[in-house]
């Protein structure tokens, strides 16, 4: 991407039709003077190809993997990187991390050791890395990952991509009102950024995508929230839900936006 930041994409998830090919959600390499750090580690059993692809640029081992949230997608290669690994996460993320069958038994030592809860600097100079914690949305525990010397970062799913996001409010504690309150301390509290890695992004976006981002999503929750008021069912919210013209190339998975409505009815 830039200096010594790169990207790896995991491709398109199921709602284009790709499935097959998925390996899971983007990651960052972020190569620093003592060895290479990734955000994310992609579903299980993608460790052998992604370290393939980190030594296509350098030698330096795998030292640390930050995880921007719990979902397998995101953890699911933690363990492949061996023994020595730094994993680190938000302190939810880690305890929900500690709830998945991925991290029982022997593998229970890839659990975050490292957490944070609001913010944390890993690293100084080019190898800094800011962790920031803006509260709930796609999850719990969503983290937000700034690589201040290469202005970039990584957004994981509370920015999957251009459509109507998942709230994990069942398994991870996510919550579809706050989501768009998350996102706005997000923008206002995320400086000098440029280019931004989203969960599942098929290419890099930038930070003018993630604000209108932003804006889409705050659109929905104000036109939920006026559906309530005017006393229309969820039901009926959902179904009269368009995504506004100024959103080209977004997506909004009907059934998405079905749970996300009776979320936001629900206060939740
Ligand atoms: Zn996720």
């Known amino acids: 991407m830039r ?4 990207f790896i994409t995991g491709g398109d998830s199921y709602e284009v039709g790709e499935r097959p090919t998925w390996t899971g959600g983007n990651v960052a390499v972020f190569v620093t003077n003592t060895g290479v750090v990734l955000v994310d580690s992609m579903l299980s059993g993608s460790g052998r190809d992604t370290l393939a692809q980190v030594r296509k640029i350098t030698d330096k081992p795998v030292t640390m993997i930050v995880n921007t949230h719990t979902h397998n997608d995101h953890v699911g ?7 020595s690994i730094e994993i680190v996460a938000h302190a ?4 929900n991390m500690a709830a998945m069958d991925e991290f029982k038994g022997p593998h229970s030592t890839f659990l975050p050791k490292r957490t944070f809860t609001g913010r944390m600097t890993l690293g100084s100079g080019t190898d800094e890395i800011d962790l920031y914690y803006f509260g709930r949305g796609h999850t719990d525990g969503d983290a937000w990952v700034v690589f201040p010397a290469v202005r970039a970062m990584h957004a994981g799913d509370q920015f999957a991509r251009q459509y109507m996001p998942i709230v994990d409010a069942a398994r991870a504690n996510g919550n579809a009102t706050e989501f768009a309150a998350t996102l706005n301390k997000a923008r206002a509290g995320i400086k000098n950024v440029d280019r931004v890695i989203g969960g599942h992004t098929p290419t890099v976006m930038t930070w003018p995508d993630f ?12 036109f939920v929230q006026n559906a309530k008021k005017l006393g229309r069912s969820a039901d009926q919210a959902a ?5 506004p013209a100024r959103y080209v190339g977004y997506y909004a998975d009907p059934a998405r936006v079905k749970t996300n409505v009776q979320l936001i009815y629900e206060g939740r």
Do not use: H, P, Q
Request: glycine fraction near 10%; aromatic fraction near 22%.
């Open 239 to 243: 179904s009269d839900y368009r995504i």
């Open 77 to 83: 290669s933690d363990a492949e990187f061996g023994a």
């Open 3 to 6: 200096g010594n930041l790169y």
């Open 92 to 95: 939810n993320t880690g305890k």
């Open 211 to 222: 604000e209108n981002y932003v804006d889409f999503y705050n659109d929905f929750l104000s």
